[in-house]
Structure formats: C-alpha cells, structure tokens
C-alpha cells in the first residue's frame, strides 16, 4: 500500500462512512508529509498539508464492529465543521483488515482498497 507512505491516518479527520453494496468508503481530511508523492505546501496556519478524500474498500465481506454513523456524535469545531475522530490502528494482512477509530473497531475481508483525493 504504497499510496500511504507519508500520510499519518492518526493525524487525519474522518468525516464520515458507508457502508453499501459490499463497499466500504471512509471519508477523510488526510494529514501528508513531504514525503508523501500526493503532499503540498500546507495553507498557512496548517502545520502540514492537509487534503480531502477517502478510503474505499471494495469487495468487502464478513465486516463486524462498523458502528452507524447517526448513532456517533462528531466533534464540532471552532470554525463549524465535523468529524469523528482519527483512525487510531490500521492494519492489512493479505485481504484481510482492522480499522479502529470513531466509527469503531471494524474487521473485515476486502479484494481491494483504493485511495482517493478530491482536494
């Protein structure tokens, strides 16, 4: 998973999930370093480059511990904007993977995760 080098997902905001159709999409605010290929000068104020984007995890069976998001209260701050906390554990071994944040301590078996910038 090359497309993770230089990217810290305990620095990153998630801002949300879906789980639909045997996809998984975790939507986040990425936190780049320099030596991520996807990194950027950071605004001003930021301390490193900071993009949107998301995790989609396609072909995903047996998924357990995925908390609904309506049950989940986001942090509101300052400015008006939410997110759920940070990813604080990933793990992949083969097709199988662990992902524990806000959203919970979700495992399951995917054929594929894809990494996705809209910023």
Known sequence: MDFLVGVDL????????????????????????PESKYYEAPQIGEHTCYRLGSLLFEGVLSISGLLNQNDIQ??????????????????????????????GSIEFESSGVHFKLRT
Request: proline residues 2%; aromatic residues 20%; glycine residues 10%.
């Open 74 to 103: 986001p942090t509101i701050d300052l400015d008006g904007s939410k997110d759920y906390g940070n990813i604080d554990y990933f793990e992949k071994n083969q097709s199988y993977f662990k992902v524990v944040g806000g959203f």
């Open 10 to 33: 305990q620095d990153s905001f998630v801002l949300g999930w879906h789980y639909n159709d045997q996809t998984l999409e975790i939507e986040l605010e990425f936190s780049i370093w």
